[in-house]
C-alpha cells in the first residue's frame, strides 16, 4: 500500500502540482492584498471616499437587540441581518480580474517561449553527417 502510495507521490507531475497549489495560494493572498491594500483605496480616493468593503444593501429588518451601528457590514451580519454585501463582491470581482490577467500573461510567455523552442531546428545527428561527408567525397571522386 505505501509503495504504491510513495511512487504516486514520486511522480513529477504530482510534485510539480503540489508546488503550483502553494506557490498559488501565496500570490492570491498577494493579489488580494494588492486589491484591498492599493487598489481599492485609489478607487475609494478617486470616487470621494466611498469605501466599497462597507457597502451593503439591508434586505430585512436589523434584528431586534442588535444594538451596533446600522451601517457596520461586518456587525450586521454577525447579529444575523440579511444583507447583501455587493461592496466586497465588486472587490473579489477585481482581484479575480488581477489574477486572472497575470494568469493570462504567464501562459502566454510561456507560449512564446515554447513556440521559439519548436521553432528552432534539430540538430543533425551526428550519423546524419559523418553520412553526408562520405557522400560529398564520392561525389567528388567521380
Known amino acids: 500500500m505505501f509503495k504504491g502510495f510513495r511512487e504516486f507521490i514520486a511522480r513529477g507531475n504530482v510534485l510539480d502540482l503540489a508546488v503550483a497549489v502553494i506557490i498559488g495560494a501565496a500570490f492570491a493572498t498577494i493579489t488580494t492584498s494588492l486589491t484591498e491594500d492599493i487598489i481599492m483605496p485609489l478607487i475609494s480616493a478617486i470616487t470621494g471616499g466611498i469605501d466599497f468593503s462597507n457597502k451593503f444593501l439591508l434586505l430585512g429588518s436589523v434584528p431586534a437587540g442588535y444594538a451596533g451601528s446600522p451601517t457596520d457590514y461586518e456587525a ?3 447579529a444575523g441581518a440579511v ?5 466586497k463582491f465588486v472587490t473579489t470581482v477585481i482581484n479575480f480580474l488581477i489574477l486572472a490577467f497575470i494568469i493570462y500573461q ?37
Not at 510567455?109 to 543533425?124: G, I, N, S
Open 76 to 78: 450586521l451580519k454577525k
Open 83 to 87: 444583507v447583501l454585501g455587493w461592496g
Open 106 to 142: 504567464l501562459v502566454r510567455a510561456a507560449t512564446r517561449v515554447q513556440l521559439r523552442k519548436d521553432a528552432e531546428p534539430a540538430a543533425t545527428p551526428e550519423e546524419v553527417v559523418l553520412l553526408r561527408e562520405i557522400r560529398d567525397s564520392l561525389k567528388t571522386r567521380a
